[in-house]
């Protein structure tokens, strides 16, 4: 795990705050860090990706394999809807200058006694999710770990629907410094085939099975003075031929086109099944010393008959008044992942040369100042070589308890690859140099009351991929009342949050795009914890507005989900 240079708390989750934010996916996370935008075409089973600065630069790691995106009719973009996060210990968002990077820990068990536990939630939309785990030690240092996710869901707007199983095995030893697991995670998912209004454009359905799994060695900790890992991992994605994504409209000038004949399209332009599947074996060794920390990594990826090494070395310090990092990367990567069928195509590989430096200075304890530079070079995949330099500054002061800070941001000429998990609509665009400010409030406000706020502002006007104007904020009352229940066995949570974002221009070519709607959402998170079970209810779209992320695809009017989640030992 990187450490964390933000001003104020960090944006690191354990397992149980993961569960306590209410999130359902990976994106809905991410709307906390400034600068990024999620887009969603409807309830939390439709495809979902985030743009950072507006570029899709969202890079994720699980247990240290870096997650590849592997359905070629993505176009290299994540689906964050892929990302169980029902499965994790601990989650850490690392701002980057040049990109974010998502590394993610997956749960452990660390006692001889059992533990179980079982999540049950109901709502609206037809809403249904099930969880149930199993986790033992033994007296050995084996380690066992079951665990099953199913969901399902069905609306009635534009048919956004779908349903999921998720299937998670892990076998371990541990015995000293040494260390070794395989781990296993299935998930099968389907999507019913979206409309959008007027059936002007459409998202087709989706059928596919993931499969992740490693074995993995090691001897000691990033604690430890000197410690070293290695795994070997692989990955496949299978996806039948009903689940390509066909974007029908070809509007002008920010219309939308007349209404096509969908059925003629659907039948004609359906991608032929896609599987794929790579192994990807990584060796990380690393030093620790007073603070001080060294890692190099080597990530050797091999698939349909390629080898691509992607080293990296990263150098950080962490003491009490500076902390600061760099991180030097050579990724070598397929942009868009190829059916085996065309054989290979040179122009496809890429290399990004990545050059990223973070650094927080806290001179007083109410005084604060970060800031992060980068350089990115990509050669390759079709394109002209391109390098981009990004930046971002913030000054932080700390009234109280609560942490007061803003900055700027911003970077050179960058070419936003289209989000093509919602068709071939939309199309990439080369934007020249941008500035953005952003400003933050985290922190206690008075006794267990706590604000979680932030909102970016941009300098231009012909934005694409993201709007001029963003704000999320939350303010939530979190609270064990031990003058009332001094043995610790109750927890109140209580949030209101309200979310804003104005129009996003989506380009459909160089000179042409849709427009999402502005939308300013009001939603409530209550959880109630007794003892081991906590009962939690969340209320999105409080005042019922109709809105928009992705043009034409209507979100949610309100939507209830309520259920409880319950630890069980021995």
């Keep these: 795990m990187p450490p964390q240079l933000d001003i104020g708390s960090s944006y690191r989750w354990n397992r149980a705050e993961l569960f306590a934010t209410g999130a359902l996916t990976l994106g809905e996370l991410l709307d906390r860090i400034p600068g990024v935008t999620t887009y969603r075409s409807g309830w939390f089973s439709t495809p979902t990706t985030a743009a950072y600065m507006g570029e899709m630069r969202i890079r994720l790691f699980y247990d240290g394999l870096e997650l590849d995106v592997l359905d070629e009719r993505a176009g290299g973009v994540h689906d964050l809807v892929e990302v169980q996060l029902w499965t994790l210990e601990e989650l850490v968002v690392e701002r980057g200058a040049t990109e974010i990077r998502v590394h993610m820990r997956s749960w452990r068990v660390d006692r001889t006694i059992a533990s179980t536990r079982t999540d049950v939630y109901t709502g609206d939309e037809d809403t249904n999710i099930y969880r149930g785990y199993f986790g033992r030690r033994y007296h050995r240092g084996e380690a066992l770990q079951l665990a099953a996710q199913q969901y399902s869901t069905e609306s009635s ?121 790579r192994a990807q074996w990584v060796g990380t060794a690393g030093a620790s ?49 190829r059916s085996p069928r065309r054989g290979p195509s040179a122009d496809t590989l890429r290399a990004t040369d990545i050059l990223d430096a973070s650094v927080r200075i806290t001179p007083l304890s109410f005084l604060s100042l970060a800031g992060a530079a980068g350089r990115r070079t990509e050669r390759g995949a079709g394109i002209d070589s391109l390098t981009s330099n990004h930046y971002r500054g913030e000054i932080g002061v700390r009234v109280g308890s609560v942490w007061l800070s803003g900055g700027v941001m911003g970077r050179d000429t960058a070419l936003l690859v289209a989000p093509r998990l919602f068709g071939n609509l939309y199309q990439p665009y080369r934007e020249g140099r941008s500035v953005g400010q952003f400003a933050a409030v985290r922190g206690r406000i008075w006794k267990d009351i706590f604000a979680d706020a932030q909102g970016s502002l941009w300098n231009q006007d012909t934005l694409r991929y993201r709007p001029k104007y963003q704000a999320r904020s939350e303010v939530f009352v979190r609270t064990n009342w031990t003058r009332k229940f001094p043995s610790g066995n109750f927890g109140l949570l209580f949030s209101v949050r309200h979310d804003y974002r104005s129009n996003v221009r989506f380009p459909t070519s160089e000179s042409t795009w849709v427009t999402s709607r502005q939308n300013r959402i009001i939603s409530t998170l209550l959880e109630i914890r007794i003892v081991n079970a906590v009962v939690t209810w969340q209320y999105r779209n409080l005042l019922g507005d109709e809105f928009d992320q992705l043009p034409g695809f209507q979100m949610p009017r309100q939507v209830n989900l309520y259920g409880v989640r319950w630890d069980f030992s021995n």
């Design 157 to 277: 707007r534009g048919g956004a629907g779908g349903d999921l199983l998720s299937l998670l095995g892990r076998f371990g030893w541990a015995r000293r410094s040494w260390h070794a697991d395989a781990y296993l995670l299935r998930t099968r998912r389907s999507r019913r085939l979206q409309n959008s209004e007027g059936d002007i454009d459409f998202i087709n359905g989706l059928n596919a099975t993931r499969t992740d799994a490693y074995v993995r060695a090691g001897f000691g900790n990033p604690d430890s003075p000197i410690w070293l890992q290695v795994v070997a991992g692989t990955s496949k994605n299978l996806a039948s031929p009903d689940s390509g994504r066909i974007g029908s409209g070809v509007p002008g000038s920010g219309i939308p086109s007349p209404r096509l004949n969908l059925d003629s399209l659907r039948g004609r332009l359906l991608t032929p099944s896609n599987t794929h599947s």
């Design 289 to 337: 010393l007073a603070g001080a920390r060294l890692s190099l990594t080597g990530r050797y990826r091999v698939y349909e008959g390629r080898r691509l090494l992607s080293p990296s070395a990263r150098a950080s310090v962490d003491r009490k008044w500076v902390a600061a990092t760099i991180l030097a990367e050579r990724v070598r990567s397929d942009s868009v992942p």
